[in-house]
């Protein structure tokens, strides 16, 4: 039961793991393009084989930064039941959108074929490998490279009066938050069970259970960040932040010519998975 309330630990999303591999060394306004480049593509692919490559290239990017692999399928866990309900509800109700290749089932509105079974199991592998992608780049960028990261790509759109300073800071901190509720989560559960409530009896696969007993911790959750965003605002204003205002930056990054040749590889791996002809 107690691996039912190590939440944080199966957060890998919006934390910081400074291990000193080239990937933390890279710019980091290049790591970002390159993650919007490989997960555009694999949004977009359809292959078997070509999500194959992408979940491998995920796996080797964990190896390359030099973060556990095993601490990055931790990141996937609490995913699980989202992916089979999503798998279950694209299998059902989708296949006549996907009526092509061989049929299994035709059954009133049930139409199972080659080509519905294709797209549960294809976006069932997108969504781990954006979940990959998305931990390697926070695991490692921290939240204040990601801020003038995204600033910095941004700011030609300055010009059209597009709030870019507000729009990635915006992002930032909704990155950061996702530990933190999960740290305040654990603590609720735990208290909740120490007086009696009903938190991991279940199996896993047990998705509409393991959703009641979420329950009486939802409007607690909810004030809590609540709270935390007021504290935020009080912070924000104790420091004078004017939203909209000229702003400098301490931090100026610099790419070298080893971040413009990772940038050609990525761009490289993209179009591969754009556009190269996968046999199946």
């Not at 490989?38 to 990017?61: D, R």
């Not at 296949?95 to 299994?104: A, D, P």
């Amino acid at each position: 039961m107690s691996s039912e309330f190590d939440i944080s630990r199966n957060i890998t999303i919006g934390q910081y793991v400074p291990t000193g591999s080239f990937i933390h060394r890279l710019d980091p306004r290049i790591k970002l393009l390159i993650f919007v480049f490989l997960v555009v593509a694999i949004a977009l692919n359809t292959s078997y084989i070509g999500n194959a490559v992408g979940l491998i290239l995920s796996l080797y990017l964990f190896w390359a930064s030099k973060i556990p692999i095993s601490y990055g399928l931790s990141g996937v866990k609490p995913a699980i039941p989202f992916i089979i309900i999503l798998a279950v509800l694209q299998l059902l109700f989708q296949g006549q959108l996907f009526s092509g290749g061989k049929v299994f089932v035709d059954y009133g509105f049930i139409l199972i074929t080659s080509e519905s079974i294709r797209l549960v199991i294809v976006s069932a592998v997108r969504f781990i490998e954006i979940i990959f992608l998305s931990s390697v780049l926070t695991l490692s960028t921290s939240t204040t490279e990601l801020t003038h990261s995204i600033q910095s790509l941004l700011s030609p759109l300055k010009k059209m009066n597009f709030p870019v300073h507000e729009i990635s800071l915006i992002t930032t901190i909704s990155i950061r938050f996702v530990p933190t509720f999960a740290i305040e989560m654990e603590k609720m559960m735990k208290a909740q069970a120490s007086r009696g409530a009903d938190f991991g009896s279940g199996s896993w696969w047990r998705i509409i259970q393991r959703t009641k007993e979420m329950f009486p911790i939802i409007i607690p959750l909810f004030n809590i960040a609540l709270a935390r965003a007021e504290d935020l605002i009080l912070a924000m204003e104790a420091r004078c932040y004017t939203p909209g205002g000229e702003r400098s930056t301490y931090s100026v990054y610099k790419a070298v010519t080893k971040d413009y040749l990772i940038l050609l590889v990525g761009l490289l791996l993209t179009l591969l998975l754009l556009f190269y002809p996968f046999p199946i």
